[in-house]
């Protein structure tokens, strides 16, 4: 069965501070995609990246980097120099397209990143 | 270009009355789910439509709920009678089936459903 799991529920750093934030996944399927999502404390869910099964290539993007490792079933998410408008909800997903269908986001539960300056 | 339109952003309402929850997708977005958060449950799919017709309903609670999309740039959520259990924030999210960006689910603001 598809699972994700953040086993982190709340971080606390201090500014400028790097900071890992895990998700592990579990998925019978071959082809799959992973996402992080940020909700910071106005509600709203904001996409951050996607990444496919087939594509281990770390990516990163301006103080955001993301390690893909297929070998743990792996997808975490860095912020390098940690600053307080990062202070958010953090949601690790899971999506298994199958057939034409884009198939539905398997969300964590979500790791509370708070940020103090 | 606008994302995901979500109305009302906050609804409160008491226990048996009817709710309706409003999405207008992402324009040329062909999929739209429906998502609701609880602090129980995290985050869990309701139910996603492609090309307005409804694929999966696996996640809808019961019958008391049910959505419609009658074209493509308008679905609703009808609660229907509403029960205090059902207080949640209630996401619609939209995503283009086709394009280079297809499985990157857009989400909207959200509606937060109080029912007392």
């Known amino acids: 069965a598809q699972k994700v799991t953040q086993a982190q529920t709340e971080i606390s750093v201090v500014e400028k501070e790097d900071v890992t934030l895990d998700c592990v996944y579990e998925t019978r399927d071959t082809t799959y995609y992973l996402f992080w999502y940020k909700q910071p404390p106005s509600g709203e869910l904001v996409f951050l990246i996607r990444?496919?099964?087939?594509?281990?290539q770390n990516e990163i993007s301006g103080r955001y980097s993301w390690n893909f490792q297929k070998s743990t079933s792996s997808f975490n998410f860095t912020i390098t120099a940690s600053q307080v408008v990062d202070s958010a909800v953090y949601f690790c997903a899971l999506s298994e397209p199958y057939g034409g269908s884009q198939g539905n986001l398997i969300f964590g539960k979500g790791t509370k990143l708070s940020v103090k300056p | 270009d606008a994302g995901v339109i979500q109305s009302p952003r906050h609804e409160v309402t008491e226990m048996g009355q009817e709710v309706t929850l409003r999405c207008k997708p992402i324009s040329g977005h062909d999929y739209l789910f429906w998502y609701r958060q609880t602090m129980m449950r995290g985050l869990e799919l309701l139910i996603y439509?492609?090309?307005?017709?409804?694929?999966?309903d696996s996640g809808m609670p019961e019958d008391r709920f049910s959505a419609k999309m009658p074209n493509a740039s308008f679905s609703t959520l009808k609660i229907q009678p509403s029960e205090p259990r059902d207080s949640a924030v209630y996401f619609c999210?939209?995503?283009?089936?086709?394009?280079?960006?297809?499985?990157?689910?857009?989400f909207g603001p959200g509606t937060r459903l109080t029912v007392t």
């Open positions: 999210a939209s995503t283009d089936g086709q394009g280079r960006y297809r499985y990157e689910q857009y």
């Open positions: 990444r496919n099964s087939f594509d281990e």
């Open positions: 439509f492609n090309n307005n017709v409804p694929i999966d």
